[in-house]
Structure formats: structure tokens, C-alpha cells
Nanobody
Framework: VQLQAYGGGLVQNGGSLRLACAAS????????IGWFRQAPGKEREAVSC?????????HYAESAQGRFTISRDNAENTVYLQMNSLKPEDTADYYC????????????????????WGQGTQVTVSS
């Protein structure tokens, strides 16, 4: 199971980026895929996730609600995170992770429920 996040970069305040999480060695649609981020000197925090199966329910952290959109492309075995109206406080390393089965009592955005993690992609939003 491998996950590779890419698409990060430098963008101005108010700009947009689309991150991609490419899965290999497994079928991403059979897993819940989450995006997390970690800013320098801060703890990792959840951004968004999309559940597995036909439901494809989405969940967003309050900081991402209304600005970010998570989606799947099953043909490409990839999950995307479209980020609009970016702010300097969105600057962080962004990671994607996969969960085969979310813990029944953990929030879907709780990182403890994720089994596999990819390398991060850096997002920098200039003010």
C-alpha cells in the first residue's frame, strides 16, 4: 500500500491549489482517504476525508469547510483536494492517509483511525 501526495506549491493569498493523492498497491475506493496537514511548530490536524464504498461521504474540518472540496477519481485511483480561497494559515505540509475500516467510535477525521500514510506535499500561501 502506497500513497503519494503531490500538487503543493507556492500560491498567493486567495489563490487555489489542487492536491492529489495517488494510491498504488490497493484500490483507493475501498478505503476511506483523509487529508491532514502539519504546519511548522504545530500539531498535525485533519482537513478532510472521503469515505469508502458507494457512500463517498465527505467530512471537513471547520477550517476547510466551504473552501476545500475532496473528491475521488476511481479510474485514476486518486483522491483530490481542491483548495480555494487559500489563506496564509493554510501553509503546511499536507499528507494523505488511508483507512481500511474506520474505528466505530472515532471521528472520521481522527488520525488514529488511519493505517497508511503517504509523504507530504508542501503548501505555502503568501500574504
Amino acid at each position: 500500500v502506497q500513497l503519494q501526495a503531490y500538487g503543493g506549491g507556492l500560491v498567493q493569498n486567495g489563490g487555489s491549489l489542487r492536491l492529489a493523492c495517488a494510491a498504488s498497491g490497493f484500490t483507493a475506493s475501498s478505503y476511506t482517504i483523509g487529508w491532514f496537514r502539519q504546519a511548522p511548530g504545530k500539531e498535525r490536524e485533519a482537513v478532510s476525508c472521503i469515505t469508502k464504498g458507494d457512500g463517498n461521504n465527505t467530512h471537513y474540518a471547520e477550517s476547510a469547510q466551504g473552501r476545500f472540496t475532496i473528491s475521488r477519481d476511481n479510474a485514476e485511483n486518486t483522491v483530490y483536494l481542491q483548495m480555494n480561497s487559500l489563506k496564509p494559515e493554510d501553509t503546511a505540509d499536507y499528507y494523505c492517509a488511508a483507512s481500511g475500516m474506520l474505528h466505530p467510535i472515532l471521528d472520521p477525521l481522527d488520525s488514529r483511525g488511519y493505517d497508511y500514510w503517504g509523504q507530504g506535499t508542501q503548501v505555502t500561501v503568501s500574504s
